[in-house]
T-cell receptor, first 115, second 114 residues
Framework: DAGVIQSPRHEVTEMGQEVTLRCKPI?????LFWYRQTMMRGLELLIY????????DSGMPEDRFSAKMPNASFSTLKIQPSEPRDSAVYFC?????????????FGQGTRLTVV | AQSVTQLGSHVSVSEGALVLLRCNYS??????LFWYVQYPNQGLQLLLK??????LVKGINGFEAEFKKSETSFHLTKPSAHMSDAAEYFC????????????FGAGTRLFVKA
């Protein structure tokens, strides 16, 4: 398996523009997580899905952020409109999610810069 | 809810020296604990995990961690540091509040001096 695949790897956009980050989880994994990493706040869990259903979105910072998982092999994280403070590395991770001892597998991340 | 605290945002050791990265957990139930490593411009990858089968857990790249319930600790060690160990290390705990998810500590950046 190729692992968790995220695209794009880098994104530079202007403030106010819509940004869409994409993720393909590992085949067979039923849980998917979106994290944001910054120097100031570390690694924050934004939202996670189980069997394509959002379970906990309490980490989503504002209504400008939204995430979808239309099927088991694809998820998107959208920011509209984007702001400079959204600049961060966004990671997608997936896991079997069946028990507490299941580890998460991470993608390479998308480095977002909003200017 | 479960949480982890990593002591020290930066640790510097000389090549060949002992590596000790500290992690304490807070949990009202027996915890499932993990250590992940992040190399520059990469995602996180699993080093090792504790699942109550044994208190001393061996992971990849010569790392190991010992679960100590009395101290609520899960410190990561390696007897002899290599330059290639320079990275950021995250302690994490599984949380079942609202479903299964992983909660990460703030991370410790390890520097290895030649």
């Amino acid at each position: 398996d190729a692992g968790v695949i995220q695209s794009p790897r880098h994104e530079v956009t202007e403030m106010g523009q819509e940004v869409t980050l994409r993720c393909k989880p590992i085949s067979g994994h039923n849980s998917l997580f979106w994290y944001r990493q910054t120097m100031m706040r570390g690694l924050e869990l934004l939202i996670y899905f189980n069997n394509n259903v959002p379970i906990d979105d309490s980490g989503m910072p504002e209504d400008r952020f939204s995430a979808k998982m239309p099927n088991a092999s694809f998820s998107t994280l959208k920011i509209q409109p984007s702001e400079p403070r959204d600049s961060a590395v966004y990671f997608c991770a997936s896991s079997l999610g069946l028990t507490l001892n299941t580890e998460a597998f991470f993608g390479q991340g998308t480095r977002l810069t909003v200017v | 809810a479960q949480s982890v605290t990593q002591l020290g945002s930066h640790v510097s050791v000389s090549e060949g020296a002992l590596v000790l990265l500290r992690c304490n957990y807070s949990s009202s139930v027996p915890p499932y604990l993990f250590w992940y490593v992040q190399y520059p411009n990469q995602g996180l990858q699993l080093l090792l995990k504790y699942t109550s089968a044994a208190t001393l857990v061996k992971g990849i790249n010569g790392f190991e961690a010992e679960f100590k319930k009395s101290e609520t600790s899960f410190h990561l060690t390696k007897p002899s540091a290599h330059m290639s160990d320079a990275a950021e290390y995250f302690c994490a705990v599984s949380d079942q509040t609202g479903g299964f998810k992983t909660i990460f500590g703030a991370g410790t950046r390890l520097f290895v001096k030649a």
